[in-house]
């Protein structure tokens, strides 16, 4: 089957455009999380989804970052008024239900901001 | 100090030896995940762990709860397990990882 799908693989912007980041999870998986791997750094997670329950935003570092997933499948991450501390790989994982389950996660994002 | 915390940072194993790679965190968890990367390459999840020990080919994860500290194990390593490791823990009953820096293997032919 299946794994995770993130689109575009690559992304390069300029500083102050908006941008979109899809995820398409696993068929069936209700949970989804979005993280950031910034170069030399670790990876941070920036926000759930769980089935129709309110997302966990607890990671999100600012206003400028959104995310909604409809539908309960696909998930899109947008980030208006991009800066260049923005630029980073940007992960989605999913997994089966909500709690100490595994986690599948996509190819990443890499966006590039100028 | 960070709540996950990883040794060593990097390590150099020529192929064949037995490798371990540690990881300490401060917070209450409710499991803990270990995780490779590939450079250039996407994340997978090797192991979860809530407690005792999980065994996947020569792979070994290890966790104590009352110390805190978790341990992936590589027998006979091989150069194809060179990447990048990472730690994570799930804080009690939150929905967010917490990583680890990660610990970079390479292991030489």
């Known amino acids: 089957g299946a794994g995770v799908s993130q689109s575009p693989s690559n992304k390069v912007t300029e500083k102050g455009k908006d941008v979109e980041l899809r995820c398409d999870p696993i068929?069936?998986?209700?949970?989804l999380y979005w993280y950031r791997q910034s170069l030399g750094q670790g990876l941070e997670f920036l926000i759930y989804?769980?089935?129709?329950?309110?997302?966990?935003k607890s990671g999100l570092p600012s206003d400028r970052f959104s995310a909604e997933r409809t539908g309960g499948s696909v998930s899109t991450l947008t980030i208006q008024r991009t800066q260049q501390e923005d630029s980073a790989v940007y992960l989605c994982?999913?997994?089966?239900?909500?709690?100490?389950?595994?986690?599948?996660f996509g190819p990443g994002t890499r966006l590039l901001v100028l | 100090k960070n709540e996950v915390e990883q040794s060593p940072q990097n390590l150099t194993a020529q192929e064949g030896e037995f490798i371990t790679i540690n990881c300490s965190y401060s917070?209450?968890?409710?499991?803990l995940h270990w995780l490779q990367q590939h450079p250039g390459g996407g994340i997978v999840s090797l192991f979860m762990?809530?407690?005792g020990k999980k065994k996947h080919g020569r792979l070994i994860a290890t966790i104590n709860i009352q110390e805190k500290h978790s341990s992936l194990h590589i027998t006979a390593s091989h150069p194809r397990d060179s990447a990048v490791y990472i730690c994570?823990?799930?804080?009690?009953?939150?929905?967010?990882?917490?990583f680890g820096t990660g610990t970079l293997l390479a292991v030489q032919p």
């Open positions: 994982a999913s997994s089966l239900s909500r709690g100490s389950e595994t986690q599948y």
């Open positions: 989804f769980q089935g129709n329950s309110a997302p966990d």
């Open positions: 994570a823990v799930r804080r009690g009953a939150t929905n967010k990882l917490i």
């Open positions: 917070v209450g968890i409710s499991a």
């Open positions: 068929s069936g998986h209700t949970a």
């Open positions: 762990l809530s407690s």
